[in-house]
């Protein structure tokens, strides 16, 4: 399936055509490269440094953001962006599966691949987000479906256990039915003993 190719063992990876393109490759050793980091990425309690034309490739956000930010007059101050609303591990995710890293991005659960597509969306990282939503939808149905036949599992042990408590109450019904008759016949045959007894007495 589609989700198979993106997810295994709890890591997404992009599609295959992005991990043998070999600009990914490139992108990557830009990501890793200190010597290459120009900007301040301004996350929910922590500020990373992080290589500024590689985020301007990546986020069409991050590259008008930039551009708009670049001064002449002062362009050795480092530039920000400011990404408050996420930490630093969603924020390295994002650009590593943007990047096509071949290690992917670890995820805990729905969660956290739908929190990873927050980030890729608000980006602009088209890609990254087409996949992860793809992913948090056929998470989300399969958990439906499971929950679904938990239900059906669970109406028909609920079914089971009614049908065992019906054959012990019909069992029961016999067993008293059964004792009733035999009651029934031996009071028979007191009354006609009585009856017979009556009669040799009257003879």
């Known amino acids: ?17 992005y991990r043998k393109h070999p600009l990914f490759s ?14 301040q ?4 309690g922590k500020s990373i440094g992080m290589n500024g034309f590689l985020l301007s490739l990546l986020s069409p956000v ?6 708009g930010e670049r001064d002449q007059e002062n362009s050795n101050v480092q530039r920000q962006v400011s990404l408050s609303d996420f930490d630093e591990d969603t924020f390295r995710k994002v650009v590593a599966l943007a990047c096509s890293n071949p290690g992917g991005a670890v995820v805990s659960g729905k969660d956290d691949i739908l929190e990873l597509s927050r980030l890729a ?3 602009g990282i088209v890609g990254a987000r ?20 938990q239900a059906i599992l669970e109406a028909n ?6 049908k065992a408590q019906l054959e012990i109450a019909n069992s029961k019904a016999l067993a008293d039915e059964a004792n009733h008759k035999r009651q029934l016949a031996e009071m028979e045959r007191a009354a006609a003993e009585a009856a017979a007894e009556a009669a040799r007495q009257g003879a």
């Open 26 to 39: 490139q992108l990557n050793v830009m990501m890793d490269a200190k010597s290459f980091w120009d900007v």
């Open 157 to 162: 042990k609920e079914l089971a256990s009614l």
């Open 121 to 123: 969306d608000h980006l």
């Open 41 to 44: 990425v301004e996350l929910r």
């Open 130 to 149: 087409d996949v992860l939503l793809d992913i948090a939808t056929r998470v989300k149905e399969a958990a439906e479906l499971a929950s679904a036949e």
């Open 1 to 17: 399936s589609t989700m198979a190719s993106y997810l295994k063992g709890g890591v997404i990876h992009m599609p295959e055509e």
């Open 62 to 67: 991050i590259r008008n953001s930039l551009s």
